[in-house]
């Protein structure tokens, strides 16, 4: 979607109680297609403990389509790097194309503690730190890989099938960088440092560490105008009051910097496309954009200019949304390379 410049990714769906296995793999297979035909690059795979395997629903939405990657996410507690760095290189054989990793140090309290995991917040991000160390080098490296870390240690350890993988098929590493321990393991690992963000006007004059790429998550739902933007985004995520509950509780108990972040009050003028609505009530898990082209794209724009490039997208749930979504990242993309002529 539009130039090399910008990546955007879209959002595998999640996997809901009231679902049939295969009408969950239908789903997959409706917003995977959708998401290659309106020029997506790829798709966030979520991997928490409510989620079908992130690995095999990255083969199924690979089976069907020709170019869009997985985005999975991946942390310590569930596999270990090797079978990961195994699984990548595997599906990418199959596939012929690149398998993309999320790295999450795990946000979820209560998946914490089911597994007895007591370490701290920065400290599970210096744990990412080792695992995607020890990932990238056994994809990267044709000899045997001897690692001594903190967490992980590794002798002679060697991944034969990864020398049979193609350069274009390289994997692009994420991560959570709305904290410092996050941006830290960011750099570390070469990875794009994935933020929650307020909106553009919040970041005046504040300056951001370099050497690193940046991108944010977001939803965005944008119309002809923005009374019809609205129309669409209040019908789809209505006010609930459980919902919004449930959100509370969470913020308390989790040690997300960005889930904190997000959980405190944002003030925006009148008919400014930033709305926390269906992240406050529970509907989702990042801020949406919602108006006129005109108006989603200049906070894009703002969103450019201040150094970011990769943008994960909430799944659109039509191909109205989809279609509008690269609309208004050409717009966006138009915009900004007139300003920086």
Known sequence: MTSSEITVIGACPSFGDDMTGIEYLEKIKTSATRSERYGFSAMLVYSDHQQFDPWLAAN???SFTKKISPLIAVQPLYMHPFTVAKSVASLSL?????VHLN????????DLEAFCDTVAHDQ???RVGEYGEIV???LSTKRPLTYRGHYYQVDGLHLQIAAGMKSDCASI?????SSAAGMAVAKRLKARAIEYLRPVHHYNG?????GVEYGTR??????QSTEEAWAVARNRYPDDELGREVRQYYTRVSDSVWVKELGSEVVVPEGHPYWLGPYSNGQASCPFLIGAREDVASELVGYLKMGLRTFLVEDPLTDEDASEIRNVFTMAEEVFARANR
């Open 60 to 62: 199924y939405l690979m």
């Open 94 to 98: 199959i596939h012929d194309r690149p």
């Open 103 to 110: 790295f999450i140090s795990g946000g979820f309290p209560h």
């Open 124 to 126: 599970r991000y210096d």
């Open 136 to 138: 990238r080098s056994l």
């Open 173 to 177: 590493f994420t991560v959570s960088g």
């Open 206 to 210: 504040i300056s951001r560490p370099e």
């Open 218 to 223: 977001l939803g965005i739902i944008s119309r």
